[in-house]
T-cell receptor, first 111, second 114 residues
Framework: DQQVKQNSPSLSVQEGRISILNCDYT??????FLWYKKYPAEGPTFLIS?????DKNEDGRFTVFLNKSAKHLSLHIVPSQPGDSAVYFC??????????FGTGTSLTVIP | SAVISQKPSRDICQRGTSLTIQCQVD?????MFWYRQQPGQSLTLIAT?????????ESGFVIDKFPISRPNLTFSTLTVSNMSPEDSSIYLC???????????FGPGTRLTVT
């Protein structure tokens, strides 16, 4: 059973515009949510996280929004840059310190 | 931050053989994890490598198939035993570096079983 889902396998955005990556989850016991970025032939790199007690966390061009009632989180990248082109994974942690990852969304930022 | 290296970076193995993957971290860490990413799938946690005690396996993964060693706070190995083509995957180790769950990942080992 996939507890963390990323329903969009790919996304293309023009440089300078906003990229919005979405993630849904099923387990209300998750206490932290994280976004990772992955380039080919490299391991995932941590981007940003948010606690379940918050609804927004911002770090530079990256903002994560959490909607607990909808069990939905999103990552906004603005402005998007060609170097942002990568696969983005959302992940969630439960209180037992177990992590669950989505299947990833491949973002392409078009110059 | 933590710098993580894995060896080998890739390998092609025959059915029925075993492969041991090494993970080295440049600093002492408490939490170390092993993941698998099958083609087109998400990262799936195999086990938490515990220093000085047996690894903690997730549902669907067993020690006989994926024995793990963690002799100290900077090193761990994962062995994929009696391999079959279904074991073809990318195997990644990671270390936990914050309470919030931030992890640093190694570059991964791409395994192909023929």
């Amino acid at each position: 059973d996939q507890q963390v889902k990323q329903n969009s396998p790919s996304l293309s955005v023009q440089e300078g515009r906003i990229s919005i990556l979405n993630c849904d989850y099923t387990n209300s016991m998750f206490d932290y949510f994280l976004w990772y970025k992955k380039y080919p032939a490299e391991g995932p790199t941590f981007l940003i996280s948010i606690s379940s007690i918050k609804d927004k966390n911002e770090d530079g061009r990256f903002t994560v929004f959490l909607n607990k009632s909808a069990k939905h989180l999103s990552l906004h990248i603005v402005p998007s840059q060609p170097g942002d082109s990568a696969v983005y994974f959302c992940a969630a942690r439960n209180t037992g310190n177990q992590f669950y990852f989505g299947t990833g969304t491949s973002l392409t930022v078009i110059p | 931050s933590a710098v993580i290296s894995q060896k080998p970076s890739r390998d092609i193995c025959q059915r029925g053989t075993s492969l041991t993957i090494q993970c080295q971290v440049d600093s002492q860490v408490t939490m170390m994890f092993w993941y698998r990413q099958q083609p087109g799938q998400s990262l799936t946690l195999i086990a938490t490598a515990n220093q000085g005690s047996e690894a903690t396996y997730e549902s669907g993964f067993v020690i006989d198939k994926f024995p793990i060693s963690r002799p100290n706070l900077t090193f761990s190995t994962l062995t994929v035993s009696n391999m079959s083509p279904e074991d073809s995957s990318i195997y990644l180790c990671s270390v936990g570096v914050s309470f919030e769950g931030e992890q640093y990942f190694g570059p991964g080992t791409r395994l192909t079983v023929t």
